[in-house]
């Protein structure tokens, strides 16, 4: 068996070894109180409303507060909103590869507007420029009834790298209708950690193949 192919099977296994799994983090906002303010309360992000005012909170997803929790721009009254109240903007302390929100719309008296008003998931990458937007699909069926709730709908985006500086999550444009108000729940992030171990290792790689070019150099 050559020297090459040994070398290589060695650095195979020790990449499998180093080189860490994604790590996904789940944030169901059914640990605090309905009503309380969230805006700091995750560790490595950082809630608000853009739009509005600043504060977002946990909220009970049933009028009787009986129920597991949402997130929402209204401290009280139902829970669901439009962007003419605001949106919520989660901001991470690390870049992130994949990112998914749960949504669903409540119908309005006026009915179920046009697609530009259903709840979207908005990707900016890590120097928070705009990337895309992930829609609400408004060819679900049933639709909900006038006053009804749809069923919920993930809404994800991978970005296929570490690099996804923050997202917002809103329903319809502000002032623009008819709206559709949207529920939001289990916000889901995944990294994929790059430790200072992987840098070091690749430089002592990159050591290792040249003390063995300079090794032929000399011996030639």
């Known amino acids: 068996m050559s020297k090459q192919i040994v070398r290589a099977a060695f650095i195979s296994v020790l990449m499998a070894v180093f080189v860490p799994n994604a790590f996904a983090t789940l944030i169901n906002f059914d640990d605090v109180a309905n009503g309380t303010v969230i805006n700091n309360h995750y560790a490595g992000v950082t809630f608000s409303n853009p739009l509005g005012p600043a504060d977002i909170y946990a909220r009970s997803s049933s009028v009787n507060n009986s129920a597991s929790n949402v997130v929402s721009v209204f401290q009280t009254g139902i829970p669901a909103f439009d962007a003419r109240f605001g949106a919520v903007e989660v901001l991470f302390s690390q870049a992130q590869k994949f990112v998914s929100i749960d949504a669903a719309i409540l119908r309005a008296p006026e009915g179920l507007g046009n697609p530009a008003n259903y709840p979207k998931l908005e990707i900016y990458d890590s120097a928070l420029h705009?990337?895309?937007?992930?829609?609400?699909?408004?060819?679900?069926?049933?639709?909900?009834?006038?006053?009804?709730?749809?069923?919920f709908q993930t809404l994800s985006f991978?970005?296929?790298?570490?690099?996804?500086?923050?997202?917002?999550?809103?329903?319809?444009?502000?002032?623009?209708?008819?709206?559709?108000?949207?529920?939001?729940?289990?916000?889901?992030?995944?990294?994929?950690?790059?430790?200072?171990?992987?840098?070091?290792?690749?430089?002592?790689?990159?050591?290792f193949g040249l003390f063995g070019r300079n090794k032929r150099r000399l011996a030639a």
Do not use: C, E
């Open 158 to 207: 991978d970005a296929g790298s570490n690099n996804i500086g923050k997202v917002r999550f809103l329903s319809g444009q502000p002032n623009g209708g008819p709206s559709n108000f949207g529920y939001f729940d289990n916000l889901n992030y995944t990294v994929v950690p790059v430790p200072a171990a992987i840098w070091l290792f690749g430089t002592a790689l990159s050591g």
């Open 130 to 151: 705009f990337l895309t937007a992930v829609a609400w699909n408004f060819n679900l069926t049933p639709q909900p009834g006038v006053g009804g709730l749809s069923a």
